[in-house]
């Protein structure tokens, strides 16, 4: 591993523990030449996972694409970002047990709004406009009177519009 200071390769791990509940290992690292400290994360390799978007394109899959999507849409809600990492380990483990090699981005989009609709509305909706391509704000209405009648509501979250 190269410190990120100096680009030495010689380093030392001071500490590592168990991250992500249990999907990764963090290690702190110390540069033996400058003595800087970085974390690292090691990570299971999981086998290359193409993403067929919706105009054809082909990409390998992204975690960290991925979160950034959910933590777009969860932007300046009371989320935890340990909820969001778990959320995305979650999907990646379920798209690797159910062995696809190939995935239309639709699939994923699915699981991703399935979760968010479990842990917050608001970044439900905001997910599923640019997910769905929302041309209209009665097509936000839409979305917004369906998730009410889907959801009980387990009094954790405030009701969109009362």
Same mark, same amino acid.
């Given at each position: 591993?190269?410190?990120? /200071?100096?680009? %030495? %390769?010689?380093?030392?791990?001071?500490? %590592? !523990?168990? =991250?992500?509940?249990?999907y990764a290992i963090r290690r702190r690292r110390e540069c033996l030449r400058c003595t +800087?400290? +970085?974390?690292?994360?090691? &990570?299971?390799?999981? &086998?290359?996972? !193409?993403?067929? /978007?919706?105009?054809? =394109?082909?990409e390998? +899959?992204?975690?960290?694409?991925?979160?950034?999507?959910?933590?777009? =849409?969860c932007e300046k809600r009371p989320v935890k970002i340990e909820e969001l990492e778990r959320s995305v380990d979650e999907i990646a483990t379920e798209l690797?047990?159910?062995?696809?090699?190939e995935i239309p981005s639709s699939v994923i989009g699915a699981k991703v709004m399935r979760r968010l609709e479990a842990i917050d509305h608001v970044a439900y909706v905001r997910y599923a406009s640019v997910y769905r391509q929302f041309e209209d704000v009665g097509e936000f209405i839409n979305e917004i009177q369906s998730l009410g009648t889907r959801s009980h509501g387990d009094g954790s979250q405030r009701e969109l519009f009362p």
């Open positions: 591993m190269r410190c990120p /200071k100096c680009g %030495s %390769s010689q380093d030392r791990v001071i500490d %590592s !523990r168990e =991250a992500r509940d249990g +800087f400290r +970085f974390t690292t994360y090691e &990570e299971v390799e999981r &086998e290359e996972l !193409r993403v067929v /978007k919706r105009n054809g =394109a082909r390998p +899959f992204n975690r960290d694409k991925l979160l950034g999507g959910i933590r777009k =849409a690797e047990e159910e062995g696809y090699k």
